[in-house]
């Protein structure tokens, strides 16, 4: 017997009972982006593997250690994707959509990073983001944070998460802060674990959010960041604070939140949430003025944000479970007996141009009536249009509501659409 193949370790399918509400997040996530006047735009999912180099950074974890790449038949270098904004720019710049103009874009598909598997982490994962271009204004960076909070409102998450700022500053002003941070820890080298000491020559700046927590309380007494940065920089994060305290937007400003990735300066932000176990990042961002110029393209500010949709799934899962899910079946159309077939299917397309919206399903796979409206029960659906010989010669259809809600009553097949009209309000 042949052995069984099996998805690559990583990668998750996704189950016909789990995917309503991937559907419904999906379709919230959209709808709010399009509300803010927002454009889609879709990159592949391979890229060559310097546009991660140059972009997010060689000395970042995500390029260090977690990108799957490999070598095509030109020997060329090609990388999955493990983040959306480097493609972004990539074809923002590629096809001129942002020279001397602005562009607000939103992107949603599969990202891969080969790291440990774990709950609602895989190899292969679910991002959705959110890239302005050509707006260096604070507006821009608190747009973003207004629409993010929007969106955990109609996902039923806004008590749940809570948002944490900060200013990372321009990269003069990281350039001093990091000679600093790495004179203070040198202090300290002795409690500094295998991964601190490799990022003291790497990337100083990710031992701030480090989760040793011996390591976090010698932090709390090295050099802040704010101190190093230029007035620019602070009234730019002043601005960004003042929008959400007149919005009503409550936060936290976190001098050790410096997100993962080289390209970001002055203002980031992460959503966080404890109602998954320990601390997790729902949605991190921030603004990216010189990635635009560091690719190949003309000096373009940028800011944005991405989340991680399995992230967001377990948390609307967690505490918003009452969420009312489309049905997977509204409408199910039973028949049997002779010349009811070719009937069955006219109803059902009937039934399908009048009720767009409406999830039409159609007994396909034959048996009597009791077995057909087992299937109709265990589909969900609200109502079974019944048709039967009788029914066909007389040119009839039976309605029965599979709830028991109301009585099933018999009605033309010319009244059927009213009919559904009113039960369908």
């Not at 190949?296 to 940028?302: D, R």
Request: net charge negative; with cysteine; proline share 3%.
């Amino acid at each position: 017997m042949a052995k069984t193949i099996q998805a690559i370790r990583g990668m998750n399918d996704l189950s016909p009972t789990d995917s309503p509400l991937w559907q419904w997040i999906e379709g919230q996530v959209r709808e709010t982006f399009a509300s803010y006047g927002y454009a889609e735009i879709r990159s592949p999912i391979l890229e060559s593997t310097n546009l991660f180099a140059r972009g997010v950074g060689e000395e970042t974890d995500i390029v260090s250690k977690e990108m799957f790449t490999f070598k095509d038949r030109d020997d060329e270098s090609l990388t999955l994707r493990p983040e959306g904004t480097a493609g972004c720019v990539r074809a923002a710049i590629e096809h001129g959509w942002i020279y001397n103009q602005e562009q607000r874009l939103w992107y949603i598909g599969p990202m891969f990073r080969y790291e440990r598997p774990q709950k609602g982490r895989y190899r292969q994962f679910h991002q959705a983001g959110v890239e302005i271009f050509g707006i260096a204004n604070p507006e821009a960076d608190a747009e973003l944070i207004l629409l993010t909070a929007r969106l955990w409102e109609k996902l039923g998450i806004r008590e749940h998460v809570s948002l944490q700022l900060n200013s990372i500053g321009s990269l003069d002003a990281r350039k001093k802060y990091n000679e600093a941070l790495v004179a203070f820890l040198n202090q300290h080298i002795d409690v500094l674990d295998e991964d601190c000491k490799r990022r003291l020559t790497t990337n100083p700046l990710r031992i701030l959010d480090t989760k040793n927590e011996q390591i976090q309380a010698v932090l709390n007494n090295a050099p802040k960041l704010h101190d190093y940065l230029d007035e620019e920089a602070k009234n730019h994060f002043a601005q960004v604070c003042q929008i959400l305290d007149q919005m009503g937007v409550k936060y936290e400003i976190n001098q050790k939140l410096v997100r993962g990735l080289d390209y970001y300066n002055k203002t980031v932000f992460e959503w966080v949430t404890t109602a998954l176990g320990s601390q997790g990042t729902v949605c991190g961002g921030g603004r990216y003025d010189g990635l635009v110029e560091q690719l190949g393209g003309h000096a373009t500010e940028g800011v944005g944000f991405a989340m991680g949709l399995e992230r967001l799934v377990l948390l609307v899962q967690e505490v918003n479970p009452t969420v009312a899910l489309p049905r997977a079946v509204d409408i199910y159309v039973v028949h049997t007996g002779e010349g009811t077939t070719a009937k069955a299917f006219e109803l059902a397309e009937n039934v399908r141009s009048a009720f767009p919206q409406l999830r039409t399903m159609l007994h396909c796979s034959g048996g009597n009536f009791k077995k057909q409206f087992k299937r109709a029960d265990k589909s969900g659906a609200k109502l079974a249009l019944v048709l039967g010989e009788s029914e066909v010669a007389e040119k009839n259809v039976v309605i029965k509501d599979l709830h028991g809600e109301v009585e099933q009553i018999t009605v033309s097949q010319a009244n059927l659409i009213s009919e559904l009209q009113a039960r369908f309000k």
